[in-house]
């Protein structure tokens, strides 16, 4: 059974750090590119960056240049570090594996998420 | 960055009936479609991918269509279980990606 496992989510003012990490089991973790989605309180899903099995990563430009996602294969776990966080980054934040196919791009499976709370 | 826009935002129904959401996309995304439902509390959970291709273990009353720009996620007879938010994600190319404003199914 696929399992994620979201960790690190707590209290941070504004302008701190957090490190989220995701820890995987039941699939070949390295075979799979790996997602970060977050959801603010009361409202939507917000994509927050991909890792591809080959290391590419991607984010969108609500986090490009704080955000860092990174992979560790040989522990079959997933981290988002997270710096300057603001206000907007209060959210739930999940991890989430990528399917089977090659040819399209889905979030298969998902962790339960862990909650940040950026706040004074 | 590729807007999608779902209607409605929310609707009413009753068990047994047929629901539909439709999703349009700022621009063509050929078949990198999604769709997502999402109970209070839980994660997401993925129904549809490529548009039209059922994941596994998802009831059969769901399905997908459409290509290009527009899309649409069918139930075919409501069932309780049914009652959630539930979300299209385009996933054309290479991030970013993004997902629908998202649209709540309640009861009549």
């Known amino acids: 059974e696929v399992q994620l496992v979201e960790s690190g989510g707590g209290l941070v003012q504004p302008g701190g750090s957090l490190r989220l990490s995701c820890a995987a089991s039941g699939f070949t973790f390295s075979s799979y590119d790996l997602h970060w989605v977050r959801q603010t309180p009361g409202k939507g899903l917000e994509w927050v960056s991909t890792i591809t099995t080959a290391g590419d990563t991607y984010y969108p430009s609500s986090v490009k240049g704080r955000f860092t996602i990174s992979r560790e294969d040989a522990k079959n776990s997933l981290y988002l570090q997270m710096n300057s966080l603001r206000a907007g980054d209060t959210a739930v934040y999940y991890c989430?594996?990528?399917?089977?196919?090659?040819?399209?791009?889905?979030?298969?499976?998902w962790g339960q998420g862990t909650l940040v709370t950026v706040s004074s | 960055d590729i807007q999608l826009t779902q209607s409605p935002s929310s609707l009413s129904a009753s068990v047994g009936d047929r629901v539909t959401i439709t999703c349009r996309a700022s621009?063509?995304?050929?078949?990198?479609l999604n769709w997502y439902q999402q109970k209070p509390g839980k994660a997401p959970n993925l129904l549809i991918y490529?548009?039209?291709s059922l994941q596994s273990g998802v009831p059969s009353r769901f399905s997908g269509s459409g290509s290009g720009a527009d899309f649409t996620l069918t139930i075919s007879s409501l069932q309780p279980e049914d009652f959630a938010t539930y979300y299209c994600?385009?996933?054309?190319?290479?991030?970013?990606?993004?997902f629908g404003q998202g649209t709540k199914v309640e009861v009549k």
């Open positions: 490529a548009a039209s």
């Open positions: 994600q385009q996933t054309y190319t290479t991030p970013p990606w993004t």
């Open positions: 989430a594996r990528g399917g089977s196919s090659s040819r399209f791009a889905y979030f298969q499976h």
């Open positions: 621009q063509i995304i050929t078949s990198n």
